[in-house]
């Protein structure tokens, strides 16, 4: 059965990787599935067909036979779940790398998109100058958690694992801030992720949707 995931006609980045489709195209890269890309607008979003399958009207979706699938996290651990290669084998591992998927979009995730949107929804707010410091400062208190914790290490627990692709596909986010660069060794844990081939493959892959003419 072929796999048909959904995502941005033109994404708001760009291209740059930012969009969610992005984590579940890599997903699929790194357990070696062939999938089909149906690309959507921003108006798509809102009509009937696509909510039947997004019930907030967002991307990316997952359809594979009579099984139909919405947010990331959830499409990506069933990715991992069904092929070898983003879960260890041993129980214990496996748990712990489910466990840091749930923290990269639960914990680390939400202030940096409230970042994300002091800067560039409320960045012209007469009280935006006062907020935005308290904004950072949660920011950087979960990456020097997340810095603490990884150490020197290569990966967040052993082996590559979708943990580590969900951690990182969410401090991709704050590259254009500056805040990571403020942890050396999250900085170097994301150009790892960067430098693995089906990143590669999927960066590029979202960045030819993001730059072709428009007919």
Known sequence: MTITITAFERSPDGGKGLARDTRVRWALEEVR??????LVSFRALKERAHLALHPFGQIPTYEEGDLALFETGGIVLHIAQCHAGLLPDDGNARARAMAWMFAAVNTVEPPILELGIA????????????????????????????????GDANWLDGAFSAGDLMMISVLLRLKPSGLLGEYQNLSAYVARGEARPAYRRAFEAQLAINTRPMD
């Not at 907020?131 to 020097?144: A, H, I, N, Q």
């Open 33 to 38: 599935q062939p999938y089909a890309v149906r």
């Open 119 to 150: 800067k560039l929804v409320e960045g012209d707010r007469s009280w935006s100058a006062e907020r935005l410091p308290l904004v950072e400062e949660r920011v950087c208190l979960r990456l020097k958690q997340l810095s603490d914790r990884l």
